[in-house]
């Protein structure tokens, strides 16, 4: 499987709505980051589909290298 491109190397906080659906960009080629916009068409890519519990903060991975995709779980500052 191909790599992803790193978009950015520090999270992205976004106030979440409880409830609400979040696509994720995993392929890192998104001009919408951190949310898809069909850039991976073509790829081995698909968008990873984020619901909500809650309405919050939360940090979206913007590295796109994290074990918890779609939340950042630090990877960024090892890469």
Do not use: N
């Amino acid at each position: 499987m191909a790599e992803p491109t790193i978009a950015d190397k520090t999270p992205v906080p976004i106030d979440v709505e409880a409830g609400k659906d979040y696509w994720w960009c995993a392929c890192g080629k998104s001009k919408s980051q951190p949310f898809c916009d069909g850039s991976h068409s073509g790829t081995d890519f698909t968008p990873l589909q984020y619901t909500a519990t809650e309405t919050k903060r939360i940090f979206f991975c913007a590295c796109k290298h994290t074990k918890k995709q779609p939340l950042c779980d630090g990877t960024h500052s090892k890469l």
